[in-house]
């Protein structure tokens, strides 16, 4: 059973640094990944999507990478903003028309 | 640019009434989905749909649960008959191939 799991589950930075967020995913047979933003109360925003023979995708100030065979994601947030505080969750297709979540990691960037 | 919409934003029902929630996908999209989020909690899948059918349903989508397209445009999710645990936003998504999924603002379903 495929187990998504994000690393910190909160974090707190000050403006204009650069971050890591973290997601690992148990079964390495996958057929992409997805990286969404979700601001309180709102729907999610997808970010990037990684196909399964992809290494990385980059979007503006957003680069995430993928490693399939250990089972691990990031996404790079570089010169953090304060708009970019948010939940942003990693989301794993399993190939059969089933997405499993991770928890999310909070990001509070201060001003 | 195209988006998923869903209505109601917020439904208050009593437990032990039906609801019916209502998606429309973006309009060239296959592929339908329903997902749930507790209050504080993960994003869950229940299911997926394609070709007028059920692709693959959670263990969480059971007998109390539907989906339907009614018509060309619409995807609807039914819950029977719900329960004070029923209580989340129901997000829609769709995806024109098996890739990336666009998401609808959701639905709160409050059951009192």
């Known amino acids: 059973k495929q187990e998504v799991t994000q690393i910190p589950a909160a974090l707190s930075v000050p403006e204009g640094e650069n971050l890591v967020l973290n997601c690992s995913f148990t079964?390495?047979?996958?057929?992409?990944l997805q990286w969404f933003r979700q601001d309180p109360g709102k729907g999610l925003t997808s970010l990037l999507l990684?196909?399964?023979?992809?290494r990385e995708q980059t979007s503006g100030r957003l680069n995430a990478s993928l490693d399939k065979s250990s089972g691990r994601s990031t996404l790079y947030i570089a010169a953090s903003q304060p708009g970019d505080s948010a939940t942003y969750l990693c989301?794993?297709?399993?190939?059969?028309?089933?997405?499993?979540f991770g928890a999310g990691t909070r990001l509070f960037v201060k001003a | 640019e195209p988006e998923v919409t869903q209505t109601p934003s917020h439904q208050v029902t009593q437990m032990g009434q039906e609801v019916i929630l209502r998606c429309v996908p973006i309009?060239?999209?296959?592929?339908f989905y329903w997902y749930r989020q507790i209050l504080g909690q993960k994003v869950e899948f229940l299911v997926s749909?394609?070709?007028?059918?059920?692709?693959?349903k959670s263990e969480i989508f059971d007998d109390q649960f539907s989906v339907e397209r009614p018509d060309g445009s619409n995807f609807t999710l039914k819950i029977r008959s719900t329960k004070l645990e029923d209580s989340a936003m129901y997000f829609c998504?769709?995806?024109?191939?098996?890739?990336?999924?666009?998401f609808g603002p959701g639905t709160r379903l409050t059951v009192t």
């Open positions: 079964d390495s047979a996958i057929y992409n």
């Open positions: 309009s060239n999209h296959l592929y």
């Open positions: 998504a769709s995806n024109g191939s098996p890739t990336e999924q666009y």
């Open positions: 749909f394609y070709n007028n059918e059920i692709s693959e």
């Open positions: 990684i196909q399964s023979s992809q």
């Open positions: 989301a794993v297709d399993t190939g059969g028309f089933k997405t499993i």
